[in-house]
């Protein structure tokens, strides 16, 4: 699982079209959210849709399609293209298949517009509800950092329709959950991942930090314990990011066959044999 803005491109997917469009600056556009948040008491994610939607009445016109156009003037970190092949291919080497998600708190429509939208099984990301004409005029989802969790029990259960919530909150034995948290990887970039990172974690998956130039807050989370690894933001073939998956993947396909062979084992003592 990844978060998208500062874990796959070096910014806030808004900082690249849709701010400049508006003949603003990204600090003052995203203080003018936070301002709102305050004013009104709003959540942080629903804040900066209504802004988006304030500020380009009259400057840029605001339908699915553009907000999807945007996506193509989404730079990537170094390797991100080529990134879901390789780790695709070193996953089946180990008898596994890989499995890509996105959770963000970004807009879904930006991201389905990105070069790689294609390599993820499911995009969970703010949306908006669209007209008969694609403008937005209601926020479908807000993802902020604590909603984020629900996610992952969503993909560990294999209840992916985010308007399924009975399925989602019914007790399920573990051994019928699709994905068991131990296979699980949660790549992001700061605090607001923490809730995420540490569900993960706690429960035998394992999440890695990533950074730009400043290492402090990815160290911060290390040393308490949030995440296991912090690693510069960087794909490419032979990358630390590389090797620290590919160490994380040994790691599944040896507990999967050792769990495997305990559950043989187990079948085979209710048997008497």
Known sequence: MYDFDRTLSPKD??????????????????????????????DQILAYMLVMLEKSEGKQLVTHDTLHALGKGVKLFSGVKTWFHRINSYAEKQGLIAEHYIIS??????????????????????????????VPYWPAMAVNYTSKTQFLFRINKGVMDVAENK??????????????????????????????????KVNGGHSIAVYQEDKNEANDMLIHGRVDYAVNADYSKGSEMELAVFEIIDQIGATAKAVKRHMEHCDLAKKGL
Not at 127 to 132: I, P, Q, V
Not at 173 to 200: A, H, Q, S
């Open 13 to 42: 997917m808004q900082e690249y079209a849709f701010i400049p469009g508006l003949g603003m600056d990204a600090k003052k556009f995203w203080a003018e959210c936070n301002a709102t948040m305050q004013k009104h008491g709003m």
């Open 105 to 134: 708190s970004g807009l879904k429509e930006i991201i389905e517009g990105t070069p790689i939208a294609g390599e993820f099984k499911e995009i969970y990301a703010a949306s908006f509800c669209y007209n008969e004409k694609g």
């Open 167 to 200: 399925g989602l909150n019914e007790y399920m034995p573990e051994d019928r959950r699709r994905i068991p948290f131990r296979n699980m990887i949660y790549i992001g970039d700061g605090l607001t991942d923490v809730p995420c990172m540490k569900l993960t």
